[in-house]
Nanobody, 118 residues
């Protein structure tokens, strides 16, 4: 069974930090590009960050550059998002997304809620 399970979300004050995790199973994690995508209340999906299958290449939406860091541990089949200096506008459900490097077939997690109080 293919699974992507996000964890680490919660309620934090502005300026605080959270570390999100995405535990993958049921597929060859090391062959997949990984992404974090978020959805704020009443808004559409917004791509946040991506990382290449080997972890060498990373990129971010401009609004989180310098604050968020994406990483992965292929030995543990786990994706991470370190979120620092959080702002109220970061409030959203954060989804883990796996994309096959060649076929582009993809899987999605159920999401984890991040709320930054104002």
């Amino acid at each position: 069974e293919v699974q992507l399970v996000e964890s680490g979300g919660g309620l934090v004050q502005p300026g605080g930090s959270l570390r999100l995790s995405c535990a993958a199973s049921g597929f060859t994690f090391s062959n997949y590009i990984m992404r974090w995508v978020r959805q704020a209340p009443g808004k559409g999906l917004e791509w946040v960050s991506g990382i290449s299958s080997g972890g060498r290449v990373t990129n971010y939406v401009d609004s989180v550059k310098g604050r968020f860091t994406i990483s992965r541990d292929n030995a543990k089949n786990t994706l991470y998002l370190q979120m620092n200096s959080l702002k109220p506008e970061d409030t959203a459900v954060y989804y883990c997304n796996a994309v096959a490097a060649i076929s582009r077939y993809e899987y999605w997690g159920q999401g984890t809620q991040v709320t930054v109080s104002s």
